[in-house]
T-cell receptor, first 117, second 112 residues
Framework: DSGVTQTPKHLITATGQRVTLRCSPR?????VYWYQQSLDQGLQFLIQ???????AKGNILERFSAQQFPDLHSELNLSSLELGDSALYFC????????????????FGPGTRLTVL | DQQVKQNSPSLSVQEGRISILNCDYT??????FLWYKKYPAEGPTFLIS?????DKNEDGRFTVFLNKSAKHLSLHIVPSQPGDSAVYFC???????????FGTGTRLQVTL
């Protein structure tokens, strides 16, 4: 158990809908990352938050947005869903710092499997 | 553009033998490399890493080798055990950025 929790574990929805994925980081971790893993693909970095502020952005679609709340949990919002959005969405957390010269290990949650029909 | 590539989707190795998982990268700005291990229905877990200033890092049965000139790294597992059966992801990062760039993974099966 990494200490990172994600809800829900599974989500099935229809095209055009909007969903919210939730992530609770490990106790004490300030950084939260979101990754998307499509079928047979590696994990693609979407976005990082550090202590409530957006820190880095990857190839995140405009239909997707995220935020980190004062209690440090994070939510990833996916709207106008398309079939191609079906994927595993992982959240990771790390102790983090705004800029780190060394690697702060990222601990991953179990993921949310999103299926868009 | 796949900056980190794992060209072998799967690998089968007998228990007790050596497992060698390979990874190639194209971005010369990568300066820190990691291997993650993933079991079904779980998130990836960190296994071992190596900085670009080194060419080898060892941790128990796991050794990572880095060949910067070839932009290639490999993970050696000796001896392989059935519990090592999992998907292994190679990942890389640049400088002070925290985001990781992952390969597509190699599924390792260790047989009895």
């Amino acid at each position: 158990d990494s200490g990172v929790t994600q809800t829900p574990k599974h989500l099935i929805t229809a095209t055009g809908q909007r969903v919210t994925l939730r992530c609770s980081p490990r106790s004490g971790d300030l950084s939260v990352y979101w990754y998307q893993q499509s079928l047979d693909q590696g994990l693609q970095f979407l976005i990082q938050y550090y202590n409530g502020e957006e820190r880095a952005k990857g190839n995140i679609l405009e239909r997707f947005s995220a935020q980190q709340f004062p209690d440090l949990h994070s939510e990833l919002n996916l709207s106008s869903l398309e079939l191609g959005d079906s994927a595993l969405y992982f959240c990771a957390s790390s102790v983090g710092s705004p800029i780190s010269l060394s690697y702060n290990e990222q601990f991953f949650g179990p993921g949310t499997r999103l299926t868009v029909l | 553009d796949q900056q980190v590539k794992q060209n072998s989707p799967s690998l089968s190795v007998q228990e007790g033998r050596i497992s060698i998982l390979n990874c190639d990268y194209t971005n010369s700005m990568f300066d820190y490399f990691l291997w993650y291990k993933k079991y079904p229905a779980e998130g990836p877990t960190f296994l071992i890493s190596i900085s670009s200033i080194k060419d080898k890092n060892e941790d128990g049965r796991f050794t990572v080798f880095l060949n910067k000139s070839a932009k290639h790294l490999s993970l050696h597992i000796v001896p392989s055990q059935p519990g090592d059966s999992a998907v292994y992801f190679c990942a890389a990062k640049t400088g002070t950025a925290s985001k990781l760039t992952f390969g597509t993974g190699t599924r390792l099966q260790v047989t009895l």
